[in-house]
């Protein structure tokens, strides 16, 4: 089992960058493929990006590829999201989640394990 906090959420005006952390705590961190995803007022959970256990293989969602970056440090037991070139519609709150296995995937129900959350605000 793995336990995740997000931080590095905030305001940020159009144009600009964030970098989100999540720590995980618990055993062997680096079986875990590691997502974000994001929920805005009124719509569904959708997907942001995800990384697979080594690093190695990344996954976008269209609206995030060119703009979000996704890395992860197994030292630190640490995956990141850089956000640049922030967009209005980008506000939302952010999760983090992890799954077991090698699999990158884009469904939100493939993964068992969510942090609390952390609120990203883009101003126009």
Known sequence: QVQLVEIGGGLVQ???????????SGRAY?????????????KEREFVAAISRSGGSTSYADSTKDRFTISRDNAKNTVYLQMNSLKPEDTAVYYCAAREGAIV???????AYWGQ?????VSS
């Open 14 to 24: 159009a144009g600009g960058s964030l970098r989100l952390s999540c720590a995980a």
């Open 30 to 42: 680096s079986r875990y493929t590691m997502g974000w995803f994001r929920q805005a007022p009124g």
């Open 105 to 111: 995937t884009t469904h939100n129900f493939d993964y």
């Open 117 to 121: 959350g952390t609120q990203v605000t």
